[in-house]
């Protein structure tokens, strides 16, 4: 007796392409898309495409074309510049343009990309950018002018936690005493805020650092002061500033640098 066994998969039609849509913190990644499908005269046909994703052109958006016939699998995988977790995050779908109409997107299958994680279909669950563990980033603070805060911004299309702010405070002649401060703006609100509970004298260095984990407050040999931070989420737009009580025309903020954990944000994939 024959038996017509059949592997199960998605139809497909040659109005519909393969598209690979996301974002990437890295200068360059190359990742690889591997298909495998079913032709209308039942024929098994591999493909793969290989292409470049930089983070210096936005949104990222390649479309590969398929025939009639049936979706078996796919695969994507980055395959040099293998990232960490968190530093890429991609989209897999068919797409499919009709004039005069909204375009049709079907996704397969979303999530970060790692070394130790791939996106497959029909294997791999759809995720947010949102879920699961961040990519984590340092970033190094230009210097403010004399006698003025610093500001930072959270970059376009990303939600960060802040984890780490180390900067050196350094006090000119005038007599008063500084109280150094640390607040998260949301939409040009202050919300967050954590202070150093420190006089700091004229003519003095000390070394703030803030942080999730550490002590409310403590100085160690008198030049660094060791600050809890405020554990929130920020968007796009919110900063990071410093508010220092009694600031001074000579005082000066140096050597800034700033951790957090990222993620990109569920607008990213659409603009």
């Known amino acids: 007796m024959n038996h017509d066994i059949r592997i199960p998969g998605f139809p497909i ?9 996301g974002r990437t913190t890295m200068s360059t990644v190359q990742l690889t898309l591997r298909i495998l499908s079913e032709n209308d005269k039942g024929v ?12 210096t052109q936005g949104l990222q958006q390649n479309r590969f074309p398929v025939g ?12 040099s510049q293998v990232p ?36 497959a279909w029909p294997s791999s669950n759809l995720r947010s950018p949102t879920d699961g ?5 340092i ?4 210097n403010p002018g004399a006698g003025t805060n610093f500001s930072w911004s959270v970059p376009a299309h990303l939600r960060v936690k802040p984890m780490g702010l180390v900067f050196s405070f350094a006090t000119d002649a005038t007599v008063a005493n500084r109280v150094v401060g ?34 409310e407050f403590g100085v160690l040999f008198s030049s660094r002061a ?20 009694r600031l001074q025309g000579g005082d000066s903020i140096t050597s800034i640098s700033h951790m957090y954990e990222y993620w990109f944000n569920a607008t990213s994939l659409t603009a």
């Open 182 to 215: 640390v607040a998260f703006k949301i939409s040009g609100v202050v919300v967050f805020f954590s202070n150093a509970e420190y006089d700091q004298p004229a003519n003095k260095g000390v070394t703030y650092h803030f942080g999730l984990n550490t002590y």
């Open 139 to 142: 970033d190094t603070i230009s």
């Open 226 to 245: 060791v600050v809890r931070l405020p554990e929130a989420y920020l968007r796009s737009g919110d900063t990071i500033v410093t508010l220092i009580f």
């Open 13 to 21: 039609s040659v109005e519909q392409e393969i598209e690979v849509r």
């Open 84 to 119: 960490e977790h968190g530093f890429v995050f991609a989209l897999v779908g068919l797409k499919r343009d009709i004039a005069g109409s909204t375009d049709i997107f079907t996704c397969l299958c979303s999530g970060q990309l790692s070394a130790d994680y791939p996106l």
């Open 44 to 55: 098994i046909i591999p493909t793969q495409h290989v292409f470049n994703w930089t983070n």
């Open 133 to 137: 563990q961040g990519g984590i980033a």
């Open 68 to 79: 009639e016939g049936r979706l078996l699998s796919l695969s994507l995988t980055a395959t």
